[in-house]
């Protein structure tokens, strides 16, 4: 039965694939939203794996690297991000450059950005279980395609305001496998993304951080609502900790902690899963490890909310 339902992940001839899946949707993740290189830390370094769905064969299992610096002079960041995700029969993997120039008018930010790479895909067709047999358009063994890839996105910040939108994959790019005459071939959707957070702060320790996110690829979209409640400037060295609970809708319940410190932030997420999978699922499971250095002077750093 396990088999069978990851059999329905696994992408066919033609049709279109979500990006992966991920909990800790912030507003420094520049995979998604490039724009958000430009945040209140000048070098940033974002290693972030999710083990999706696990107790079953063919689960997504995905590993992202973010890496940016912010060039005051150029009012500019520059940053690459790296992908690898198993899904099935099939891995993909990415690379792309990322630019974001930081339109800065008064407190106010307006931040486009772009990002443009190559999208990797090998895909095991000893592994498929094609309901036609002997199907001319399907590859039987292992084959890999590569394709261009291109995105845009535009930020608005304001103190502890953050809003963001992006188009990832503008050209919906095709992936072709061949093996010995036969020719596999699906095509990446346009997806679009969404994201909208407060952070507020709670007397002289506490603060309260909302976070709504949606991506859609236009056939299906699925919308993350998350609430952060934590600490911040305990001292010199440690920042604090923070809690956060959500829903994503259709699909799972949402959990994670925070610990932040000077240089760097650890924050682990537990999804329970709602949806049908529940019965073959023990949920899925997500870290990730920020490495942060040289923060904005005042002006940038301010994009966080006043005392």
């Given amino acids: 039965m396990k088999k069978l339902i990851s059999l329905l992940f696994i992408p066919m001839v033609g049709y279109s694939q979500q990006d992966p899946q991920f909990t800790f949707n912030n507003d420094f993740n520049s995979y998604s939203i490039p724009s958000f ?166 007397g002289r320790i506490w603060r309260i951080k909302p976070i709504a996110f949606v991506k859609s690829d236009a056939a299906s979209t699925q919308f993350d609502q998350f609430l952060w409640l934590g600490t911040r400037s305990l001292n010199e060295y440690f920042d604090g900790v923070s809690l956060g609970v959500g829903y994503r809708i259709d699909d799972a319940a949402m959990v994670g902690i925070e610990f932040k410190l000077k240089w760097f932030t650890l924050g682990y997420s537990y999804d329970i899963t709602t949806s049908g999978i529940r019965a073959y699922s023990s949920g899925s499971h997500e870290w990730y490890l920020r490495l942060h250095l040289f923060k904005q002077p005042e002006g940038l750093a301010a994009l966080k909310a006043e005392d």
């Avoid at 064969?57 to 912010?70: E, F, K, L």
């Avoid at 450059?97 to 990002?115: M, S, T």
């Avoid at 503008?170 to 071939?185: D, R, V």
């Fill in 37 to 202: 290189m430009v945040n209140d830390y000048k070098l940033n370094v974002t290693a972030q794996h999710r083990q999706q769905w696990v107790g079953f064969d063919g689960r997504p299992i995905t590993t992202v690297i973010n890496a940016s610096y912010y060039v005051d002079k150029a009012r500019s960041a520059f940053g690459v991000s790296l992908l690898s995700d198993k899904l099935g029969a099939q891995y993909s993997g990415g690379a792309t450059i990322n630019y974001a120039f930081d339109g800065k008018i008064g407190e106010h930010h307006i931040v486009p950005g772009i990002q443009m790479g190559l999208l990797y895909n090998t895909l095991d067709g000893s592994k498929l279980n094609p309901i036609q047999g002997n199907d001319p358009n399907l590859i039987t063994s292992k084959g890999s395609g590569m394709a261009f890839d291109l995105g845009l996105s535009l930020a608005y910040m304001f103190k502890g305001i953050v809003v963001g939108f992006s188009t990832r994959h503008l050209t919906s790019p095709t992936i072709k496998f061949e093996e010995q005459g036969l020719n596999s071939e699906y095509t990446v959707a346009r997806h679009y993304y969404g994201y909208a957070s407060y952070e507020a702060k709670l």
